[in-house]
Each structure stands twice: as C-alpha cells, then as structure tokens.
C-alpha cells in the first residue's frame, strides 16, 4: 500500500517478558531544557511547545519531588519538635501540609511512611485536579473549529482507544496535538478496546444526530471514525513495548486492526441501510513520540504491516515551507500512498502527521530527542471512569471500566506493573478511584459514589494480598462531567482524624 514499506518497516519483535523499571531516586528526572537538535521544525508550534513543556514539567516535578522529601522526612524523625518541623518542611517543598494523625507519636513509633506517601501522591493528585479545572493549561481555543474541520473531512466523531498504558495518556493532546475536549479518549490494555461500549457509544452517538443533530444533523453524510493506538519502543523493543502483548510490536499493531474490524463488522451486521464506520490504526514510539499511521486504502481496509513513519516525514520536511504545511503533508501522503483512501481522510491524517511534527520536536528540544523514563514511571493507577484532567505521559496507568470483573485484565497489568514500579520496594500502590456521572440524570451523583465503594471493595478482594501487607492504597473521586466541574474527594484508604481525612 505504501511505497515506503521496506525501508521504515522494524523487524518484528518476538515475545518477551515484561522488563522492570526500577524507578530512580527522585522519580523521573527531567530534561532540563537541552538541545539535541538545534534547527526547529518548520512546521512545529515553537510557542505551544513551549506551553506544554511548562505544564509537563510543573506537574511531574510535583510527583517527582514527593519521595526526596520522605526521605529527608523519615531522618528527621526523632528530633525535638519533629511534628512542626516535619509540617514546615512538607509545606515548603510540596505546597500542602500532612495529616497531623500520621505524624503523631513519631518519638515511640516508627513514622508509617506508606500511609504518608500515599497521602502525598493522593494530595498531588487533587491540587493538579483541581488546577486543570479551574485554569484549564491545556485548553485549546479551537475546539469548534476542529469539529467543524473534522465534519468538513467527512467524520462527525472522533474515538480514540489508546493502549491503557501512561505512556500514551498524551496521545491526545501531545503527540496528535488534538482538542482534548472534542475527543472521545477511552483506554485499555493493549488498545483491546470494548466492542459492546463502543457500540454503544455509536448509538448514542447516532441517536443525538438523529434527535438533537448533534454534533451534526442524521442527514449529513459523515461517519464515526475510531482509531486505535498501539505502541513499541524503538530503544528497547524487547522490553519496553507494550505489557499486554508481551512486547511483541506486530502482535500489538495486528489484535489492535482485528478489534476495530471486529466493531465495524459490530456495526454493519447490528444496523441496517449501509451502517458503516471509518477505522484508522496508529501506532506509537514511546521513546520518542513518533507515530506510525496505518491509513486506510481505497477501500477502508489497513494493513498492519505497512504504514507512514512520521519520523521519515519529519525528515523529508525539514526544508519546506511552514505557510502550508498540511497542504505539504497531504501531498507527500498521496506520493507514498498506492491505494489513496477519502480526500477527507487524507486531510485528516495530514492534521495529525503536522501535529506529531510538533512533537517530536519537542521531545527533541526538552527531552534529547528521547525520554529518560522510557519504561514505566507511572505514580497511580486511575480506575473508574472519568480522568479527563490526565493528560500527561506516563503519569497515570488507566483502568477504565464500570466493575473490576470486567476490567479484570487491566487491573492485572496495572499491579503487575505497580509492583515492579512500588511494591518491590516497600510502598504502596495508589490507586484514584474515579466515576464521573450527568448531573442532570436523577440519582446520577448516588449511584456514582456506590459505584466507587463497590469498585474499592472489588480491587481489595482481588488483590487481598496487598492489602493485607498495607501496599494498596486508594482515593475515591466523583466528577459531574456535564457542567465541566472540579472533581469531589469523597473517601480514602488513609486512617486520619476527622480533621483531615479526604
Ligand atoms: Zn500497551
């Protein structure tokens, strides 16, 4: 399909069992700012790049300071007057005080450092919640447009089904430079994403067209586009790709394809009158962010085994002018490509190789052109529904689902990774239990705390073991996501006094 096949194609990467991270003193360690490549992209937003490092860093610069801290905290602990000290210290470093419980009685006990950390991620967690709401850092004022650009290529929705994976949380906003706000997001482990939800999503979509014409009226002769995001790693393709596929990178590009042919199919043999979707399949470097796009032909169908390398693009580009980039890209795909898929869909692809452009100068420019973590340095796990405000690498491993039963192979990986990351070493996992409910659906808000308390007492019996040893930690969140609001702390793990508990 692409004439570039043989010389971007990796060799495929045969099994292998996971690799442990260990993660560094100090959790990741930040790029200060160097350079590795000196000349910028033509087409690259220097100025937006600049935004999203700020943000990134503030944020991983949060998490990645609670473990120094504890550790200076756990020797300063039999000093006189160690529980003012130890709150001024705290303050100053992490922008928050402790629970005065966890730090009472530290001269005849040892001071419980796992319920302390947990409270630190679940305190950094809240403050970096609440900031996203209230400032919105990674808004984009061109939300309508895109939908208006995306209707204009032939799509009225746009679903995106990333690996669950936190290396990929920023698939949305970084590495595709997407409106976060105008794109369905829902993860899960090796992309597998739920058939039956998106059907679903797919009805409810379609009946709106129907009922309310939106986003667009019934009669407008778009489709829904779902797209699947697979990744590998180009450093260490071995160990670092994807858990849920043994890092096998063709395995992962390959049961990716199959699930989204597995929901057209869904969707034709389920509706009548030509019922259809178009697929797009993506895959991901998590080294470097550079992308793969699998476009589909003439006829819809992709191929998992050839594909546009944005890397080559970047490359190709480099000399062209910035005043009509995507005009630049679309050509260079109709070059490359035997069997050109929709006009629309080559405009598409065009927007979001430009958008990867833009990344991958910035990894060049504030993380060398790789990052350090380019392993697992996740710092909670995110289970539920919900987590809109997470829009940052390798920060949060997702678990989306309704029960822990059916959601039971992602919380498997998340552990497994967790206790590689945590465990091992002694501290607990943290676990943000989140349900986000429509406020103006009667009981919505009830129904979504009982949701939360019967997924923490799911999570403790499936994995008794690490609760019995105090290493599985958890936070119980509610948002109402239909009038954009904060979300609601409403119960913890952590044995505090009334004062202070969550
Ligand atoms: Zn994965």
Same mark, same amino acid.
């Given at each position: 399909m692409f004439n570039n096949k043989a010389k971007s194609r990796r060799p495929l990467q045969r099994q292998q069992p996971m690799q442990r991270s260990t993660r560094p003193l100090g959790r990741v360690a930040l790029? *200060? *700012?160097?350079? @590795? @490549?000196s000349a910028t992209h033509p087409f690259a937003r220097s100025a937006e790049n600049s935004r999203l490092f700020a943000y990134e860093q503030q944020v991983k610069q949060a998490f990645a300071r609670i473990e120094p801290v504890l550790k200076s905290l756990s020797a300063m602990q039999h000093e006189s007057d160690f529980e003012a000290q130890a709150q001024r210290f705290v303050s100053s470093e992490l922008g928050f005080e402790l629970p005065a419980a966890l730090l009472a009685d530290s001269w005849i006990k040892q001071l419980d450092i796992s319920q302390i950390y947990a409270w630190c991620v679940f305190e950094t967690f809240r403050k970096m919640s609440d900031d996203f709401f209230d400032t919105k850092p990674l808004a984009d004022d061109d939300d309508a447009e895109f939908q208006e650009f995306l209707e204009q290529c032939g799509f009225h929705t746009l679903d995106v089904s990333p690996c669950a994976d936190g290396r990929l949380a920023h698939v949305i906003r970084y590495v595709l430079r997407l409106p976060y706000k105008s794109v369905r997001r829902k993860s899960y482990a090796g992309a597998m994403f739920d058939v039956e939800d998106s059907l679903q999503k797919w009805s409810e979509t379609e009946m709106r067209r129907h009922r309310e014409g939106q986003p667009n009226s019934a009669d407008a002769a778009t489709r829904y586009l779902k797209v699947a995001v697979y990744h590998h790693s180009s450093s260490q393709p071995d160990g670092e790709g994807c858990a849920a596929h043994g890092s096998d990178t063709q395995r992962a590009a390959d049961a990716a394809l199959e699930r989204l042919k597995d929901f057209r199919q869904g969707v034709e043999n389920s509706f009548c009158c030509g019922a259809s979707i178009d697929l797009l399949l993506i895959g991901l470097d998590? $080294?470097? $962010?550079v992308i793969r796009l699998h476009l589909p032909d003439a006829d819809g169908e992709i191929d998992a085994m050839s594909y546009v390398d944005a890397a080559e693009l970047h490359q190709a580009t480099r000399s062209a002018s910035a005043a009509n980039a995507e005009a630049v890209i679309g050509e260079y795909l109709q070059a490359k490509c035997h069997s050109l898929p929709s006009e629309g869909m080559v405009r598409l692809a065009a927007r979001l190789l430009c958008g990867n452009l833009s990344q991958i100068d910035y990894v060049r420019q504030y993380h060398n052109g790789c990052y350090q973590d380019i392993g697992h340095q996740e710092c909670f796990i995110g289970m539920g529904i919900g987590f809109e405000e997470v829009q940052l690498r390798n920060l949060t491993y997702f678990a989306y689902l309704k029960t822990v039963e059916e959601g039971a192979k992602d919380m498997d990986v998340g552990i497994k990774i967790f206790t590689g990351l945590n465990a091992n070493r002694g501290l607990p996992i943290p676990v943000v239990i989140r349900y986000d409910y429509h406020g103006h659906v009667p009981g919505a808000r009830v129904r979504a705390v009982a949701r939360c308390h019967q997924l923490d007492t799911a999570l403790r019996n499936r994995f008794s073991e690490y609760e019995e040893r105090g290493l599985l930690h958890t936070l119980l969140m509610v948002r109402d996501c239909s009038n954009d609001a904060k979300a609601e702390t409403i119960g913890s793990s952590l044995k505090l006094n009334k004062q202070v508990a969550h």
């Open positions: 790029a *200060g *700012g160097g350079l @590795s @490549s998590t $080294d470097n $962010d």
